[in-house]
């Protein structure tokens, strides 16, 4: 027979569902998994959530509101990335976008939340940093804050024109634009390319960084790029691209909550695996309503999830993308 579980919080905007079973994890610890859980958070307990993740201080975690809204922002601390250095007497705060945090989201989403929030950020910091000297001045192809509208109305300005070329012409030319290739006030070296069998080209690079560095410590950084035909402009994405895997590496490796870096490679996939098992087991849970249960709280929250549409023209579009599919299970949008 089942005894009925008493409400309990486990922590702060949590609570367990009417029968949720406990699990015993192979260490002997008991716990009662999230996906029994309910959630009610409050900026309370997402601030108290903060106060418990850690990354580099450097990258602050904020929490606030706007009016029902709870929402998570980043504020990084640095130099201003359009400023000359020598003209900077002291770092400024800056802040990202925010990330609006459903009252009814899983803690451990809530963390996933931020862990996330630190990525973009960063990224576009990275972004920022890339410097090209072109006609006498210092732009950054990859930043974000180019003109999207007016960059699709003029789309054909933007096409890629380049001829092919041999593997030393491109080596010469790899050469001759990283000399105009600033990265966090740092500069790039070319170590080995080297032109495969199957036509793929491998591009050994350094990066050297100077104590004006902001994104990586000082030190020298290697990357392999790999490039399916000798362009340039292929060779300037994949390098953006590396640099951005780099920065990700930085935050998986060191963003911990309550001390545990959930996303460092130091830790066991088939132990996490493992786990998992071990927490969404349903065999041995014989109670009927606390199943129903489970399952009418999941469908609720689906629900809550659903958007509503107001634009006519939208829902008609979405509507007709829909149909395509034919009868899907879930919770349909409001059109």
Known sequence: MSIKSKPMVLQQGEQALEYAPSVKLKNGKNCIPQHYLRYKHTLESVQNIILNCHFNKSYLIFASSE?????????????DNYISLSKQSQKKIVYGRKWRVEPELPTSEIIQTIFLALKKAREHEVRELFKLSLKKSKTTPFSNHHDLPLMAKNASL?????????????????????????????????????????GDILVDINLSTSKKTQLLESGVYCFTLLLKKPSINEFLFKLMEALIYQSDREVEEHFSYMGFKRFSQNNSVFEI???????????????????KKLEKTNYEVDKNRAPVITNAKLSKKLAQDLSRFGKLDGVMPFL
Do not use: P, W
Request: proline share 0%; with cysteine.
């Open 273 to 291: 695996a493992e786990l998992s098992c071990c927490t969404r087991d349903t065999s041995h849970i014989e109670n009927d309503s606390f199943l």
């Open 67 to 79: 009016g029902d809204n709870i929402y998570i922002q980043i504020g990084i601390i640095g130099y």
């Open 158 to 198: 933007l096409e890629v024109e380049e001829k092919g070329m041999s593997i030393d012409d491109f080596v010469k030319n790899v050469r001759r634009l990283l000399l105009h290739t600033q990265y966090d006030s740092g500069q790039f070296n070319i170590v080995d390319i080297e032109k495969r069998k199957n």
